[in-house]
């Protein structure tokens, strides 16, 4: 599927809440899994990746209903315990493997999940997953005694459930996703595990476990479980994810008039990077808090300004790896240069997304220098010199969003292939687009 973001000589108004965040959706869906006692979520979101983590539990025996309340989805989840999980009846029948999508999330965390579960399960997912290294997360479970076996580090993952041993896994990369696997890992093993890091990642997981009754002991960049504790089922209310917001922070600041509200937007600080590099580069973005629970929640006013180059500071990068697409779109547009760096990790996601914006900007008349780990890009401050014309985004969300975004300041319409995984993550993003102010047509 293809889409048309057209240029727009018009300011964007009006309010728009977007969807659940989607780190703690799936977490949601998986904790209450094995938690004891029914667990109710308000406004989880459900999008494919997501979807693809509830019907994998679904799979392992949970029950769980899922209720239109509002026009959102809200889900109501029957937890088995962790030693209740099993594959149904119809799924071992099938000898299929749990098919999780395009969900990275989802497939490293039940890694860890199932790794000291007494049974034998097949995790795989679509070509992209596929293509994305899960070493990472089996090196360290392999520490702790688990037996996994992969496609040279790939999926299709074998895993059979074996006794585990706690470690001090020092990871050698920030990433919530393997300390995650190691955590839940740990629940089920013998001793205290603890997992320590270069910098801190996102810590939806020991957030939501504690939710759950799990005591989390954190000392610095060193985070610890200790082994045998059972989650109890709980009451979650999910924020609306700042990934899919950064869409419309920057989109608001570069088109010339515009003032938005994004509501109930999820601002943990481990994950509130682009915000911060936005305020460096001169965004007029004002934050009114509005819930200050396990998760902080802000409702975000943003207003045109024009954004000026800076040089990205490392240690932001971090808690914003998810929107350095957007973020060169703020690039491309902003006045003078803007450098990026130690964002290598941009090569592993769904796509190698520093080559898929690099190529993208830079047939629309954007000039760039591709780093290893990074860019440097030199932005046309507000003019209008970004060309029209076709991109590819290589079958990645948040490349196809980005594109349609830089395409309001374009002098011509600029034509996305690749834009059917939007749905992986903000399945109304083209409405919401659109009722801000933006024009995007599907082809």
């Known amino acids: ?11 964007l108004k009006g309010e728009i809440t977007p969807p659940g965040d989607k780190s703690i959706s799936h977490r949601s869906v998986m904790f209450g899994a094995i938690a004891e006692g029914e667990t109710y979520v ?39 315990g962790m030693q209740g999980l099993q594959p149904s009846a119809e ?32 995790l795989s997912g679509d070509h992209s997953l596929c293509a994305r290294p899960m070493g990472r997360v089996i090196r360290p479970l392999e ?23 706690a470690i001090h896994y020092e990871s050698p990369i920030a990433s919530a996703q393997v300390k995650s696997a190691v955590l839940l890992a740990g629940l089920n093993a013998a001793g205290t595990t603890k997992v320590s890091e270069p910098a801190l990642s996102r810590d939806h997981t020991e957030r939501m476990l504690q939710d759950f009754g799990v005591h989390i002991k954190r000392d610095g960049l060193t985070v610890a479980v200790e082994g045998g504790q ?20 920057v989109a608001a600041s570069v088109v010339p008039g515009s003032e938005i509200t994004i509501r109930n937007v999820g601002l943990n600080q481990t994950r509130r990077g682009l915000l911060d590099v936005l305020q460096l580069m001169g965004a007029d973005i004002e934050v009114n ?10 409702d975000l006013t943003v207003r045109h300004r024009q954004l000026r180059g800076i040089d990205v500071p490392p240690e932001l990068v971090v808690s914003m790896i998810d929107e350095f697409p957007i973020l ?11 450098r990026i760096s130690g964002a290598e990790e941009l090569r592993v996601k769904e796509s190698d997304r520093l080559a898929v914006m690099c190529k993208g900007l830079s047939a629309l008349g954007v000039t760039l220098e591709e780093t290893p780990d990074g860019a440097i890009i030199q932005g046309v401050a507000g003019q209008r010199v970004i060309r029209g014309g076709a991109v590819e985004a290589a079958d990645d969300h ?10 309001t300041c374009a002098q011509a319409p600029i034509e996305i292939a690749g834009s059917e995984f939007i749905a992986t993550s903000y399945p109304a993003f083209q409405s919401h687009f659109c009722a801000l102010g933006g024009q995007l047509e599907s082809l």
């Not at 808090?289 to 802000?298: C, H, R």
């Not at 060169?328 to 902003?334: E, I, Y």
């Not at 948040?398 to 395409?407: E, I, N, P, T, W």
Request: glycine content about 10%.
């Open 230 to 249: 059972s989650l109890r089922a709980c009451e979650l209310t999910v924020p609306a994810d700042i990934s899919s917001a950064a869409f419309f922070m």
């Open 328 to 338: 060169m779109v703020a690039a491309a547009l902003a006045e003078g240069r803007t």
């Open 42 to 80: 308000h406004r989880w979101l459900d999008a494919a990746d997501t979807r693809a983590t509830l019907n994998a539990c679904r799979a392992l025996g949970a029950q769980i209903e899922t209720l239109d309340v509002n026009g959102g989805t809200d889900l109501r989840i029957q937890g088995v």
């Open 1 to 11: 599927m293809s889409l048309r973001s057209l240029p727009i000589h018009h300011a």
């Open 398 to 407: 948040r490349c196809a969003m980005s594109f349609a975004v830089l395409a």
């Open 289 to 298: 808090t509005v819930g200050q629970g396990a998760e902080p929640i802000a």
């Open 143 to 165: 520490q702790m005694g688990a037996e996994l076996e992969s496609n040279d580090g790939r999926l299709p993952v074998t895993v059979h459930g074996k006794s585990l041993s």
């Open 91 to 122: 799924f071992t029948a099938k000898g299929e493997p749990l098919d999780l999508g395009n969900s990275g999330t989802g497939v490293r965390l039940l890694m860890g999940l199932l790794a000291a579960l007494p049974f034998t399960s097949r």
